[in-house]
């Protein structure tokens, strides 16, 4: 384990023997390399400039153990705290990008060019150096080393141990690297390396310095020797000609303090050169595993938690997104976002699996379902064995399944039925109270997340969260699909409650006012948008009922709903990166070519898409003040009367709801205006005959 300088001997001189010392060893602890993982994947990014770091080492090992070198989680904090008993080792990170660019850096350049990640596999390459100067012919040993125990009695070693400690508690330190000694047979001093013309004012007192030594060996001194040796040559080598060296080791051993396996022994201090052209030569690169010069590589992935792994390269797509193609995304306000989805059929798994690729952490699902044979090929979190034994419930397969891809997501499942205008609620008691439960289940969970996904395979299920989620002011998507059309949209985001006294106008009435001001639909804030039922001039009703079963089935082109959901996906990613949120002004059609409003692009209202053409437009519609979910008089029905206003819509026809909004009267205005229509036709005709 120890290593001489190069020297040349001449055969009738006697040998002298040399000094030589032990290398450091790196020692690096499990989480410096997590840390560094994140440190390279949101800091440094790119960033290749040289990073200071601090390592520490340690003289208490118990015989046999190497001299190590020790770099932890702290090590990218300089001025973090060094351990108990420790001395401080400050250096300095080159961190490269590519493992060729680490392969081709030039060590003789470089004091220090290591430390290049594979960050997917977990696996580091890592090259240390612990840069010292050599002595061109070595260094003599005039007296062989020898264990403290041996040199000192037990007064002077109490002495040195009491001396040094009260010079660290001093200096505010846990261990000094250098220190100089004094001592006889009754006392002992010491004092810091700065002082030493004072210190030693005798020219001929002998000079003893000591090093907090790493080292386990007898004979042997650590590195941390070789540059305090150099620089003591260049400095007083020219009237000073030996050196007493004192390698301190603190050691515990049983809860008892012991330095009297510190060894000391005496060398001879060669010349230095005093020009800076001479300098001598500079070693130090570790070596590798095999004992070769080469880099060295670790491999965490056996032992690290494979959760944690998970979670790491989960976020490391997203994280790269970050370096260069989207700086300014805000990954927090993606990732933190509580999603519920109404719906864990076909459009449901793909919308699942396209907010896990977007890092969130939470989603819960709603549905009654259960999974048929049909289900597997289209829908991608279940499988053949999940139709078996008449089929799961797809709500719980799907949390299930998602915490089996991906075990850091918080995934749930609700197996409930969702009440529906035009499908009665019956008057028996059972029926009636489970209908009440599934209502305040479902407010419950609107109220607990952030964005509602409306995924469900009929226009009537969508009613009943479109108005509690308007109520509660939260952001819905809606996607739904046709043979090979769809429409993903968010539904206009209505304003907080204490701000809608003086807005109620603007709100509504105003609303026809800003359609014929603006026949392009531009400049349309979030709160005026509509939502999924405001383009409708008729109730939702039982849209199933006397339907053949490809009518009641949603019959897709199978790549529909993967384009929807991730469609819906994106867009909600959009709008939480506009500074508005839900209340963005929306962007349509004429604004592709225009600067995009957030980091990702448009946030648009609506994209309606027809696979036949493979065309997308972005529509945006306003909120209609007889909008049978989101319109005033509804809300305000719904939040005075609760559950009892929504048995009467469930009990009702749809002209229930009409009668409320007023579309009954404006089907009767339109009636009479086209029977207007025809008779001033007939009188017109019959004028000309």
């Known amino acids: 384990m120890a290593t001489a300088d190069s020297e040349t001997h001449n055969p009738l001189e006697p040998r002298i023997p040399k000094l030589q010392f032990v290398p450091f060893t790196s020692a690096l602890d499990a989480g410096f390399w997590h840390e560094l993982t994140q440190k390279k994947l949101n800091e440094y990014r790119l960033d290749e400039t ?5 390592g520490y080492y340690y003289n208490g090992d118990p015989f046999g153990l190497p001299a190590r070198l020790t770099l932890e989680f702290s090590a990218f904090d300089v001025n973090a705290a060094t351990p108990a008993h420790c001395c401080p080792a400050v250096g300095t990170l080159y961190n490269t990008n590519t493992f060729e660019s680490f392969k081709s850096c030039d060590k003789k350049s470089l004091l220090e060019k290591a430390a290049n990640e594979d960050l997917k596999k977990y696996r580091f390459y890592y090259w240390f150096c612990y840069p010292a100067l050599c002595f061109p012919d070595g260094i003599p040993i005039v007296q062989q080393a020898v264990c403290l125990g041996e040199r000192f009695s037990p007064t002077q070693i109490q002495a040195l141990q009491k001396a040094y400690d009260e010079l660290c508690q001093r200096e505010g330190v846990t261990a000094l690297p250098y220190f100089l000694i004094k001592y006889n047979d009754k006392s002992v001093l010491v004092s810091l390396l700065k002082n030493w013309n004072d210190f030693f004012q005798d020219q001929e007192e002998k000079v003893t310095v000591g090093v907090y030594d790493p080292c386990n060996f007898t004979q042997y001194p650590g590195w941390p020797l070789r540059n305090l040796l150099v620089m003591a040559a260049h400095r007083w080598g020219s009237h000073l000609h030996s050196v007493e060296v004192l390698c301190f080791r603190d050691r515990t051993m049983q809860g008892v303090r012991d330095i009297t396996h510190s060894s000391i022994f005496e060398i001879k201090l060669p010349q230095m050169p005093q020009s800076p052209v001479d300098c001598p030569k500079a070693v130090g690169w570790e070596k590798n595993q095999k004992g070769g010069m080469g880099p060295r590589m670790v491999n965490l992935s056996e032992c690290m938690d494979p959760k944690r ?15 260069r193609l989207v700086p300014t995304l805000d990954l927090e306000k993606v990732v933190s976002s509580k999603c519920l989805l109404l719906g864990a059929g076909t459009l449901g798994c793909c919308v699942a699996r396209t907010l896990m690729g977007w890092g969130v952490r939470q989603i819960t699902f709603v549905d009654n379902a259960k999974i048929s044979y049909s289900n597997p090929v289209r829908q991608p979190l279940y499988e ?7 089929g799961k419930p797809k709500a719980l397969a ?5 915490q089996k891809i991906f075990p850091g997501v918080n995934a749930e499942g609700f197996n409930m039925s969702i009440p529906m205008p035009g499908h009665p609620v019956n008057f028996s008691e059972v029926t009636m109270e489970q209908a009440r439960k599934d209502v305040a289940q479902l407010e419950r969970l609107i109220d607990a997340h952030d964005i509602i996904f409306l995924l469900m395979d009929t ?6 969260p479109a108005v509690i989620a308007a109520s509660k002011r939260k952001l819905v998507i809606n996607a739904a699909l046709g043979f090979d059309t769809f429409v993903v949209m968010r539904h206009g985001l209505k304003k907080p409650k204490q701000q809608e006294s003086g807005d109620s106008c603007s709100n509504n009435a105003s609303g026809s006012a800003d359609l014929l001001g603006s026949s392009l639909f531009s400049n349309i804030p979030g709160y005026k948008l509509g939502c999924y039922f405001c383009n409708d001039v008729v109730a939702p009703g039982d849209s199933t009922r006397d339907r053949t079963l490809d009518q009641q089935c949603t019959v897709s082109r199978p790549g529909l709903a993967m384009i929807a959901g991730a469609l819906a996906v994106e867009l909600m ?7 508005e949120g839900g209340y963005a002004v929306a962007s349509s059609s004429d604004d592709r070519m225009n600067e995009p409003p957030t980091s990702l692009g448009l946030v648009p209202h609506q994209i309606r898409g027809f696979l036949s053409r493979f065309d997308n437009v972005l529509p945006v519609s306003l909120a209609f003040d007889k909008c049978t979910a989101c319109s005033p008089k509804v809300l305000d029905q719904y939040e005075r009367e609760g559950f009892n206003f929504l048995a009467k819509v469930f009990n009702s026809s749809h002209s229930f709801l009409e009668d409320l909004t007023g579309l009954t009267l404006l089907h009767q205005e339109t009636q009479d205006a086209e029977g207007y229509g025809k008779c001033a036709t007939t009188i017109i005709v019959t004028k000309k005959k």
């Open 384 to 390: 053949f064995e999940d139709c078996l034994g008449g």
């Open 573 to 579: 990613a959009s709008v939480l990166q506009h500074p």
């Open 398 to 402: 799907a949390a299930d399944r998602l």
């Open 50 to 54: 040289p990073k200071g770091i601090k």
């Open 459 to 464: 226009r009537e299920s969508r009613w009943l």
């Open 309 to 323: 792994l998970a979670e790491s390269s989960v976020d490391l797509n997203l994280k790269l997104m970050c370096w």
